[in-house]
């Protein structure tokens, strides 16, 4: 009954089971090129890799009344404080505040100014958690890169002056890494 069977599954058009050909096709043969370009690179926060307008944080002297003398604060990043860089191994980069906006309002007390129209708030930068290195445009925070992240911290310090009149006070500083 089963050789029936199978007899009858080969003999029906369309259900036959091909066997191989005696004859063999034509085979072509070839090769597939695959490659990888790895170019120097850096990430800034975790993250941001473009070449221009790269979010480095913020430092936020929080809310003082007009009264102040004078207020701490820290760089924060998407990290944590600070900036953290993190460049292939082998590419030295260092982190360079270029200016700030307002600048030239710091006046004799400091080299950066907080402005709110035509009232501005000097300010510093510092390299150091005590605050006695200061950070002046152009100076340059290096490292030798090994594909770790490494961070960055910037400190700053705002001074009061007399006759602040009540609102919010800003400055953008530009920052360049080099690698």
Do not use: W
């Amino acid at each position: 009954m089963k050789a029936h069977a199978l007899a009858l599954l080969f003999s029906i058009p369309g259900l036959a089971l091909s066997t191989a050909s005696t004859q063999a096709a034509n085979v072509l043969s070839g090769q597939i090129q695959v490659r990888l370009q790895i170019e120097r690179g850096c990430q800034i926060n975790n993250g941001s890799s473009g070449i221009n307008n790269v979010d480095f944080g913020s430092i936020d002297f929080g809310s003082q009344t007009a009264l102040f003398a004078t207020v701490e604060a820290q760089l924060s990043g998407n990290g944590g404080n600070g900036i953290s860089i993190q460049c292939s191994p082998g590419d030295d980069a260092k982190l360079t505040i270029v200016k700030g906006q307002n600048d030239i309002q710091g006046g004799d007390t400091a080299s950066h100014a907080l402005a709110n129209g035509s009232k501005y708030v000097p300010y510093e930068l510092y390299s150091d958690s005590g605050r006695t290195n200061k950070l002046a445009n152009g100076i340059s925070l290096s490292f030798a890169a090994d594909g770790s992240a490494r961070p960055f911290n910037l400190y700053a310090r705002a001074f009061g002056q007399a006759a602040l009149v009540p609102g919010t006070y800003s400055d953008i500083l530009s920052v360049q890494v080099e690698f």
